[in-house]
Structures are given as C-alpha cells and as structure tokens.
C-alpha cells in the first residue's frame, strides 16, 4: 500500500480556513485520495474523496496536486466541533478489498 | 449517528477469558470491517467480509474469528485475551467494496 505523509498537528482559530496537507509521493495511477476524521471519543467518519480533479462537499474541499504526489484537505471555515484526527488515506481503486490503512494523521486543534 | 450498532459499548475482562463483540451493519451495507485502535498501534484493520464471506485479512492474531451471518451482522471473537488486547474496536459497514465506510461507535474492551 502507497504511504502518506502528515504532520502530526496543527492549529487553527475558529472562523478560519484550515489547509491540511498531505504527501503522497508514491501514488499509483489509480490510488483515490481518501480523507476520514475521528472526533474525540468517537469512530472515524468519512470527509471526502478524489482521483485527479478537485473536489467539493457540504464538508470540505480537496484539492489535488497536478501530479497527484501531494493533496489539501480544506476546511473553509473551521469551527470547535472540527477538532478532531484527520486522516488521508490512499485505496487502490482496482483494489477487490476496501481495507482501510491508517497513518498516524494530523491532529487539529481549532483555537476560540 | 452512522447507522452501524457495535455491542457492549464497555466490556471489563480477565486474562485468559474470550469475549464476542457484535456489529449490527447499516440497513442494505454488504461489506463490514473490523478495525482496532491501542494507543500504541494507531487504528489497525483487522478483517474484513462481504456478504458473508472473508474478504481481507490484515493484522489480526490467530486468537482472534470473525464472521458475518446471513442477515449480515457480524461477530469479532476473541479468546485467550491478555493485557495488551485492551484496545477500542470498531466496527464499519459500506454498500460495496470500495464505497465510503461508515463507522460504529466502537467498544472498549479493558482486559485486566
């Protein structure tokens, strides 16, 4: 399985947009760019997903490198509920198992 | 709420004793997951099965079964328990192999 890169944590003040980068130089042409967060003391949940083109949902935004070896999730308008783990995951997409792979994601912390 | 039900919430254990955790899947979701989260591992996938039958097989020890039932719900078996398989588990569900996964709220196995 591909491997990404995250920086442990980061910081942001509520209200603010949040840019949370991820690295992930060995990408395979059909790896999907997948984000999930967990909020304290609760399961993982899905953010969003993307192959090549940017992306957008009622929850965030993805942005994809032009050579897919690096992605941003963005939170345009970070809020306390928003303080959680978030995790970027790759999955094969000729894959025949959904198995997720967990790196040790980037913990945010939203300032008041 | 994710739709997917995980039983006990809380389970208090010995060494030595085997326990049986449930997942409830969401309503028409084939595929269940089975994930475990220590402090010192991260969130690692244990087994994975869809429409009853094994699909994938990550990091789980041969103390541990799983299985799905006809109805779908699943069972995480695990005997022999000792200290360090005091961890969170959680459960996950999604329509097809590489859909969008939606977690439980996991339980918390304490082994003393």
């Known amino acids: 399985d591909a491997k990404t890169t995250q920086p442990n944590s980061m910081e942001s003040n509520e209200e603010e947009p949040v840019h949370l980068p991820c690295n992930h130089s060995?990408?395979?042409?059909?790896?999907?760019i997948h984000w999930y967060r967990q909020l304290p003391s609760q399961g993982p949940e899905y953010v969003i997903h993307g192959l090549t083109s940017n992306v957008n949902n009622r929850m965030a935004s993805l942005a994809i490198a032009e050579d897919r070896k690096s992605s941003t999730l963005i939170l345009h308008r970070a809020t306390l509920r928003d303080a959680a783990v978030y995790y970027c995951i790759l999955r094969v997409g000729s894959s025949n198992t959904g198995k997720l792979i967990f790196g040790q994601g980037t913990t945010l912390q939203v300032k008041p | 709420d994710s739709g997917v039900t995980q039983t006990p919430k809380h389970l208090i254990t010995a060494t030595g004793q085997r326990v049986t955790l449930r997942c409830s899947p969401r309503s028409g979701d084939l595929s269940v997951y089975w994930y475990q989260q220590s402090l010192d591992q991260g969130l690692q996938f244990l087994i994975q099965?869809?429409?009853?039958?094994?699909?994938a097989k990550g990091n789980i020890l041969e103390r541990f079964s799983a299985q799905q039932f006809p109805d779908l719900h699943s069972e995480l078996n695990l005997s022999s328990l000792e200290l360090g398989d005091s961890a969170l588990y959680f459960c996950a569900s999604s329509v097809g192999i590489l859909n969008e996964q939606f977690f439980g709220p996991g339980t918390r196995l304490t082994v003393l």
């Open positions: 060995t990408i395979s042409g059909t790896d999907y």
């Open positions: 099965y869809y429409n009853g039958e094994e699909r």
